[in-house]
């Protein structure tokens, strides 16, 4: 398959997007599109790997495909990284709220794969994102935030356009993951 290709991972916070880029890319060697922000580094993030974390004065600066304010913060994903995603591999990924999910299958059309991931229980998210290790502050913001509440249900835009990823066992989900990476290489 030499078509470029990006999985779109969107959904609420704490529902597992980030551990599924991750999976992508230890499991089947897919990148993922590192994107910017200006909000602060958590315990164990590094700049460049988890994003490139920027100042207000830096963040204005990248040539963004789209950018958003999310919560207290910006964050932005630039054609560069799109591009050297896809120099190592025709397929990459990418985390994006619901709002960057849609102009990105907007922009990039079939070339976007959406995956709108969830839990059934949506109570647990809280529950997640503490166990994650945020501070407790940032969560309450975080789960008060408008984007968040926003991102709780799948966005009539993308309906129809998205795969739903219901991320409430990991190992069914790295199933799940496995089935549609498969079913891709035949299409
Ligand atoms: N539109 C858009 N959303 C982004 C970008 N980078 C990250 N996000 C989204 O911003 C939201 C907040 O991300 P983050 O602060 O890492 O929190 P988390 O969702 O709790 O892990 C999530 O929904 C991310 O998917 C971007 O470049 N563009
Ligand atoms: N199926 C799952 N069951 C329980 N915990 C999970 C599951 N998937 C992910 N997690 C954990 O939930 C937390 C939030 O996951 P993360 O991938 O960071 O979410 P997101 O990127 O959507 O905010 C992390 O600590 C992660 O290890």
Redesign the pocket.
């Known amino acids: 398959m030499s078509e470029k290709r990006v999985i779109v991972l969107t ?1 609420p ?7 599924i880029a991750t999976y992508l890319k230890e499991k089947w060697g897919i990148p993922q599109v590192i994107t910017h922000t200006t909000r602060a580094k958590r315990t164990g993030e590094v700049d460049g790997v988890d994003y490139y974390f920027e100042t207000e004065e830096s963040f204005p600066k990248n040539h963004y495909l789209e950018s958003v304010h999310y919560g207290q913060a910006n964050y932005g994903s630039s054609i560069e990284g799109l591009e050297k995603a896809w120099q190592e591999n025709s397929f990459a990924s990418i ?1 994006l709220d619901t709002k960057g999910a849609e102009t990105y299958l907007s922009v990039l059309k079939e070339q976007a794969w959406v995956w709108y ?1 969830t839990i059934q229980d949506l109570d647990k998210l809280e529950k ?2 503490v ?2 290790g945020d501070h407790e502050s940032e969560v309450k913001k975080r789960l008060n935030s408008a984007e968040f509440r926003r991102d709780l249900t799948l966005p009539k835009e993308l309906a129809g356009h998205a795969e739903v990823l219901v ?4 190992q069914l ?1 790295c199933q799940r993951v496995d089935t549609l990476i498969k079913g891709s290489k035949h299409s």
């Not at 916070?13 to 551990?19: E, F, L």
């Not at 991320?167 to 990991?170: A, T």
């Open positions: 959904g916070a704490g529902a597992g997007k980030t551990s985390v991931v997640r994102l166990e994650r991320n409430d066992e990991w989900t």
